[in-house]
């Protein structure tokens, strides 16, 4: 451990000298090439943000005033073309259905100022850039969400105040409530799933800020709980986003995968990767940066996903006006992630970015910290891989800050050779703690990195009880550490067990406790309570463990 903590400070040193976080020497720096579009015709906060028929679309949101504007823009010809729609949909929501051949627009506030909630609704038509009222939401609705589900009908949920619930849209003239949600949520995570089924999550909305929140309401079936959106708060901005935007499955193959930003309370920022209804954190090769040299990093919108280019992106800002663009490469593990960012922009706003076909990133409007002055900028930011528009970023001063970094990595060496000369090695298998009963796994008895990465394990396993799931895979515990599955693997090896030994110790170990203190509680339920799949595997192990059955242990 001694080692480690030398290590550590001198690269914090070489790592402060060059501006950089301490911590993630595999982060990429690249400055990032943008392009000030046209203005809007109006300045727009609140608005929708989409793609139909090839073109780039805005609708609605409110104006100069904080009021409210019935009408849409649409971008061709390098110019903005102002059209009338029929109502405002100031933070209303749009769906792009049938591939983009019509979309529904629906909700938003009732009056200025953000108040009240909508039932009214529109279907916009990209050929003829017009739009037709018909209907009725079932609920009044501002800030929910809708995705058109593989049936061909839309799904709503989300409320900024009032009734919530699910509801649905045939696709063709009505809406019809399904049934009720665990929590009412701004701008919900909507995910459809398999069968015609899906899920919604997200932050609530307590005491004047958003609150993480564990819940996750289903479609076909009732809510659950996910332990790691207890810690990890989704990103969300009060615009509307869009479920397609998060997806990087295949549904041709039933994969419905998503792709998500969060942070916890901490102000740590990461992405979280949804299978199905198995939340997991994404293993990256470094942290998110939430610094740079010029100062915090600000992160408070969704990710956006290039299935094709296989990445997925996090814009954020900071107070010199910089903005920055995370991008994971999620398909590969851990997955590698590259910082971009720019000069000071004026006039950028806080807003969902939609990304354009050839892959870079488009924001439209938005404000900063005053919803009576929105602007009306447009900025494209070229990420797109296929530019190859970002450049590497040189250092300045670069010849004295490598040398002294050709010191400090000398200095380090010397100390290694001084420190592992005069330290006992690891090769007598007898200094190899056991997985047995009596162990404390906590306990590490060399130090290397193994042992370390083995003191992280325990301790996750001590404060989240991830072993209490009986679904819990080594890659689950590879996730939350922020590692690769096979250093997991290795660091528990090393102290003379499997996996599934350690899982089942401290499985035993909880079933015990229950034993002592439950004194009510049937046998069968307490195996099942400390994350064994069933009764017999339960009794397998218990017995194999103590040499005796749970009840005969409980009796003595």
């Known amino acids: ?83 009338p729609t029929i109502y405002h949909h100031d933070d209303g929501m749009a769906v792009v259905l049938d591939s983009g051949r019509r979309v529904l627009l629906a909700g938003g506030h009732e009056k200025n100022l953000g108040i009240g909630q909508s039932w009214e609704v529109e279907m916009y038509d990209p050929k ?80 004047g800020d958003f609150r993480p929140y564990d819940i996750v309401d289903r479609l076909k079936g009732e809510p659950f709980s996910v332990p790691l959106l207890k810690e990890w708060m989704p990103m969300s901005y009060d615009q509307n986003n869009h479920a397609h935007e998060s997806f990087v499955g295949d549904k041709t193959v039933g994969d419905y995968s998503y792709l998500i930003a969060s942070r916890n309370l ?12 198995v939340f997991s954190l994404l293993a990256t090769t470094c942290p998110v940066p939430t610094t740079s040299q010029w100062g ?78 929105p602007f009306a900028s447009v900025w494209l ?30 200095g380090i060496i010397v100390m290694i050779v001084r420190y592992y000369v005069r330290q006992p090695q690891c090769d007598n298998p007898a200094t190899i703690p056991q997985c047995d009963n ?35 895979k080594i890659g689950d515990v590879a996730n939350a550490l922020g590692v690769h599955r096979n250093a997991v693997s290795a660091s528990i090896n090393a102290q003379g067990c499997t996996f599934s030994q350690l899982v089942n110790n401290y499985r035993l170990q909880h079933a015990k406790k229950l034993l002592r203190e439950a004194t009510d509680m049937k046998i069968a339920a307490i195996g099942l309570e400390s994350g064994f799949a069933n009764e017999s595997t339960f009794f397998r192990a218990f017995k194999a463990a103590t040499g005796m059955t749970p009840k005969e242990w409980a009796a003595q």
């Open 1 to 83: 451990m001694k080692i480690t903590f030398i290590l550590f400070s001198l690269l914090t040193s070489a790592s402060m000298l060059l501006g950089q976080p301490v911590g993630d020497s595999s982060l990429v720096r690249k400055k990032l090439d943008v392009v000030r579009l046209p203005d809007m015709n109006l300045p727009r906060a609140g608005h929708t943000v989409f793609y139909a028929d090839g073109e780039l679309t805005v609708v609605g949101g409110h104006t100069s005033g904080f009021v409210m504007t019935p009408t849409a823009e649409y971008f061709s010809g390098d110019t903005w073309h102002l059209i």
């Open 381 to 410: 930011l070229q990420t797109g891989e296929r530019k190859k528009v970002a450049k590497a970023e040189t250092h300045p001063n670069g010849f004295w800050l490598w040398g002294l970094c050709g010191l400090l990595l000398l």
């Open 296 to 373: 915090r990093i600000k992160y408070d919108r969704t990710a956006i996903a290039d299935r094709s280019a296989r990445r997925a992106y996090l814009v954020g800002n900071d107070t010199t006006g910089r903005i920055y663009v995370v991008a994971v490469e999620y398909d590969k593990q851990p997955a590698p992630i590259t910082l971009f960012y720019t000069d000071p922009l004026p006039d950028f706003g806080n807003t969902t970015p939609v990304l354009t076909p050839e892959g870079d990133l488009i924001v439209t409007g938005g404000i900063i910290d005053d919803n009576f002055a």
């Open 438 to 472: 009596s162990t404390n796994l906590a306990s590490p008895q060399c130090d290397n990195a193994a042992d370390e990465l083995m003191a992280r394990i325990t301790q996750l396993m001590e404060t989240q009880h991830l072993y209490l799931n009986p679904e819990m």
């Open 266 to 277: 901490d102000g740590e920022v990461a992405f979280i990767f949804v299978q199905d209804t």
């Open 128 to 207: 003829s850039h017009s739009s037709k009222g018909f209907s009725c939401l079932d609920h009044s609705r501002a800030l929910s969400q809708g995705v058109e589900m593989d049936s061909g009908r839309v799904l709503i949920v989300g409320n900024h105040r009032g009734n919530d619930g699910f509801e649905m849209f045939d696709g063709r003239s009505f809406f019809h409530y399904v049934k009720d949600v665990d929590s009412l949520r701004f701008v919900p995570y909507v995910f459809p799933l398999a069968n015609d089924d899906a899920i919604a999550f997200g932050a609530v909305w307590w005491d």
